[in-house]
């Protein structure tokens, strides 16, 4: 099993539909959780943090659920400009510090 | 936000040649860099980790020989992919965390990566 498994997709939406991406963890000893765009052929960007309570910025909605070890993100209002692949990443100490990625989940918003 | 700047941004070279990629934070200490390599559609694979002073840590499967890492100050760490061959085209890119707060509750910042071609 992955240490951060995500739905590869694509998803393929309209503009202004709202969308979900969920990511699963293995570590429950796992620490801080973020959600990372990518464009083709460029750097992640950081997108958000996650937290337990909840955080919203904008469009974008994060919950974490450490119980369920599950992280999801929410775009509601999807724009064009949203398409791109979105990461899961998680920061564990468990035996010394990593970061791992999830494979990312594609999404395109169409016209 | 932080800051880390990362060059060359592409290079394509010939076989056997030696390329060395800088990275650099901008605007603030990173004791830990890390070097990624990401394959087209897949994802980031961590190759080592970077700390100043002292040797890198590298992951299983990558030769520390072949790639080269060097994080003399707290602001730049190089990595040098020796003899380089076309099955080490990829795109490499670094991030950075900040020295003064706890690595694991912070996002790592990325580098624009490089984007190697070797023919």
């Known amino acids: 099993r992955k240490e951060v498994e995500q739905d590869p997709g694509p998803f393929n939406v309209p503009e202004g539909a709202t969308v979900a991406f969920n990511c699963t963890y293995s570590n429950s000893a796992s620490q801080s959780f973020f959600w990372y765009r990518q464009d083709c052929r460029k750097e992640p960007k950081l997108l958000m943090s996650v937290y337990s309570s909840g955080n919203e910025d904008g469009r974008f909605t994060a919950q974490l659920n450490r119980a369920s070890q599950y992280i999801s993100l929410l775009i509601r209002d999807s724009k064009l400009s949203d398409s791109a692949t979105y990461l899961c990443v998680v920061n564990s100490n468990t035996g010394g510090f990593k970061t791992i990625f999830g494979a990312g989940t594609r999404l395109f918003v169409k016209a | 936000g932080a800051v880390v700047s990362q060059h060359p941004s592409w290079v394509i070279c010939k076989s056997g040649t030696s390329v060395k990629i800088e990275c650099r934070s901008l605007d603030f200490q990173a004791t830990t860099m890390f070097w990624y390599r990401q394959f087209p559609k897949q994802s980031l694979m961590l190759m080592a980790t970077s700390n100043e002073g002292s040797k890198a840590t590298y992951e299983q499967g990558v030769e520390k020989d072949k790639f080269l890492i060097n994080h003399a100050s707290l602001t730049l760490s190089t990595l040098t992919v020796t003899s380089a061959h076309p099955e080490d085209s990829s795109f490499y890119i670094c991030?950075?965390?900040?020295?003064?707060?706890?690595?694991?509750?912070?996002?790592?910042?990325f580098g624009d990566g490089t984007r190697l071609s070797i023919l």
């Open positions: 991030s950075a965390g900040w020295a003064g707060a706890g690595l694991v509750d912070q996002p790592q910042h």
